[in-house]
Nanobody, 127 residues
Framework: QAQLVESGGGVVQAGGSLRLSCAAS????????MGWFRQAPGKEREFVAG????????IYTDSVKGRFTISRDNAKNTVYLQMNSLKPEDTAVYYC????????????????????WGQGTQVTVSS
């Protein structure tokens, strides 16, 4: 059974950094685009960053551009999210997800385009 497991969350002061990891097991996602999403209390789940299946293309939501970097290591079946210059408004549960389609050229940002989801990891940024 395919499974995604996030790790690396925690509590950090504003301006600090965290690196999230998402390890896949049960099947390989090397042919799927991968995304990071987040959900703050009382808010809808939102797209944060995405990377295509080759790792050659990435996109970010405007609020994290220049601060977050998504990457992947297909040999390790793992996706990462490096988060720098963290702000209190980045506080949320962060989820990684795998695109429902293989070899897709475009990186999707809609929640319903992603089929496999991790359980989430909490990121709390204190001011």
């Amino acid at each position: 059974q395919a499974q995604l497991v996030e790790s690396g969350g925690g509590v950090v002061q504003a301006g600090g950094s965290l690196r999230l990891s998402c390890a896949a097991s049960g099947r390989t996602f090397s042919s799927n685009a991968m995304g990071w999403f987040r959900q703050a209390p009382g808010k809808e789940r939102e797209f944060v960053a995405g990377i295509n299946w080759t790792g050659g293309s990435t996109i970010y939501t405007d609020s994290v551009k220049g601060r977050f970097t998504i990457s992947r290591d297909n040999a390790k079946n793992t996706v990462y999210l490096q988060m720098n210059s963290l702000k209190p408004e980045d506080t949320a549960v962060y989820y990684c997800a795998a695109d429902r389609s293989r070899l897709r050229v475009r990186i999707e940002i809609r929640v319903d385009e992603y089929e496999y989801w991790g359980q989430g990891t909490q990121v709390t940024v204190s001011s």
